[in-house]
Each structure stands twice: as structure tokens, then as C-alpha cells.
């Protein structure tokens, strides 16, 4: 048995000890936010072959009713680990109307990694990221999460958010055009724009050029892809130099194994 779902199976045994059916021991432990998101996750997925139908339910309940920034990104995490496409259209009212705006955050991560996702969900995404009122932080995830949900529709905001005055976005933005605009020549043109913007979010990144750099080398640019020669050649100057920038070296750290 893996150590997770070991781990899982002592957490419910316990709570059998204390007299509770099966059942009623998952949902304990789905609605806990002690729980690692994981374990939650995986309670979830016994329920439904349960044939549970209120636990999605009791979960999106149990996330409109946190407040706390942990619990509510922690939910968040769980929610899309169940990846049940019913909890897209609550998600996407918490990104663009919750008055906390934890609740805000937690549903653009949430809304990025369920899958399939919809054409819906990447439409908020793009409104939360073009809306200077919405939170920072609601607007960094939902540029990273336009990487994986995003499509053709979502690259005027992702383009527009590469000019905006705040670093992280910017940089989050140029991330997000990697994964989402397939080489669109517009894409192409706004992320080479940037290329030479210095500034380094917060955190353990680099700076906006290397991550826009590293988004084109990505890009099916045909017939050749002149960026991935350059992402080659730059990391290696840099692992070899002992006097590279922390931010250089974590960049080419990162991208120098082709991740």
C-alpha cells in the first residue's frame, strides 16, 4: 500500500474506533482541514464509488464558509485533486464575486487544474487577470492557471497583463502565454517584447526576460525554434560562470534539464 493511502486508512480506523460508520469517517476526514490535501482528495474519490453524491457538495459548502487564506487555499487544492467539472461553476462566482479575497485566490488555483475544463472557466480566469481591482494574488494565479486552461480567447488579457506595473504578474502572464497561446504569432511578438525586463518577482524565480525566453523556447514555432538553441546555450554560460546571479542560476538550474 502506498504511504499516503496508509496513511489515510489509519486516520479513518481511527476515527472507526470512535464509532463512526465508514462513511461518516471519510467525510471527516474530507472536510478537515488538518488533513493533508491529498488524503482529503482521496476520501472524496471513495465516496463517490460510494456513490456519495452530497460529498462534492459538503466539500464547495465547507470552501464558501472559510475565511483563512491556509484552509481556503488548502480546499482549493482538494477540490481540484477530485477533479469533478460540477465544482467549475461555483468556483468561477467565488473568483469574480467572493467579497474575501482569499476565496478569490484559492478559486483561480482551483479553476486551472480541473480537467476538462470549459470555455467558462477560462473566460473568468482572463477577467480576473484584466481587472486591476481583483487581488494580486487572484490575478497571479489566475495567469498561471490560463497556462493549462487557457485558449486563443485568453491572449489579449495574458498580453496586456506582460505591460502591467506589477512584477509578479508580468511574469506569471509570460508563463501563461507559454502554455496557452500554441505559437500564435501575436503571443510570439508580445513575450520577445519583453525579453530584456529585468525585474525579479518574489520568491525563488528569475527574472520576466528568462521566463519569457524560456516560454518561447517552448513554443511549436516552425520549422525551427531559434529560442531553445538560445535557452541551451545561456544555461550552460551560466552554470559554468561562478559568478552568475542567484536568479540566473536558479533559471538555469531550472530549465537546463529541459523541465
Not at 487544474?113 to 481583483?134: F, G, K, N, T, Y
Not at 518561447?216 to 516552425?222: R, S, V, W
Request: hydrophobic share 45%; proline share 8%.
Amino acid at each position: 500500500m502506498r504511504a499516503e493511502e496508509s496513511i489515510l486508512a489509519r486516520a479513518v480506523a481511527r476515527l472507526e474506533r470512535r464509532g463512526l460508520s465508514l462513511r461518516e469517517a471519510l467525510r471527516n476526514v474530507l472536510l478537515d482541514p488538518t488533513h493533508d490535501f491529498a488524503h482529503r482528495a482521496a476520501a472524496g474519490r471513495l465516496l463517490a464509488l460510494a456513490a456519495d453524491s452530497s460529498a462534492l457538495a459538503a466539500l464547495l459548502a465547507l470552501f464558501h464558509r472559510q475565511v483563512e487564506k491556509d484552509h481556503l487555499y488548502a480546499t482549493a487544492l482538494t477540490l481540484e485533486q477530485l477533479n469533478d467539472r460540477r465544482a467549475l461553476p461555483p468556483l468561477i462566482r467565488a473568483l469574480l464575486e467572493d467579497p474575501n479575497p482569499h476565496r478569490r485566490h484559492a478559486a483561480a488555483r482551483a479553476l486551472g487544474w480541473i480537467h476538462p475544463s470549459s470555455r467558462a472557466a477560462a473566460r473568468a480566469l482572463a477577467r480576473c487577470l484584466s481587472d486591476p481591482s481583483q487581488p494580486q494574488p487572484a490575478r497571479e494565479e489566475a495567469a498561471e492557471s490560463l497556462s493549462y486552461v487557457g485558449t486563443t480567447d485568453s491572449l489579449d488579457a495574458l498580453i496586456a497583463a506582460l505591460s502591467d506595473p506589477d512584477v509578479p504578474i508580468r511574469f506569471w502572464a509570460a508563463f501563461g502565454l507559454g502554455g496557452c497561446s500554441h505559437g500564435e504569432p501575436r503571443a510570439i511578438q508580445a513575450l520577445a517584447s519583453i525579453l530584456h525586463d529585468p525585474h525579479v518577482p518574489p520568491g525563488n524565480w528569475w527574472s520576466v526576460g528568462r521566463e519569457a525566453l524560456a516560454a518561447l523556447a517552448g513554443l511549436p514555432i516552425l520549422p525551427h525554434n531559434p529560442y531553445r538553441q538560445r535557452v541551451a546555450t545561456e544555461t550552460a554560460a551560466i552554470l559554468a560562470n561562478p559568478n552568475a546571479t542567484p536568479e540566473d542560476r536558479r533559471w538555469a538550474e531550472f530549465y537546463a534539464s529541459g523541465k
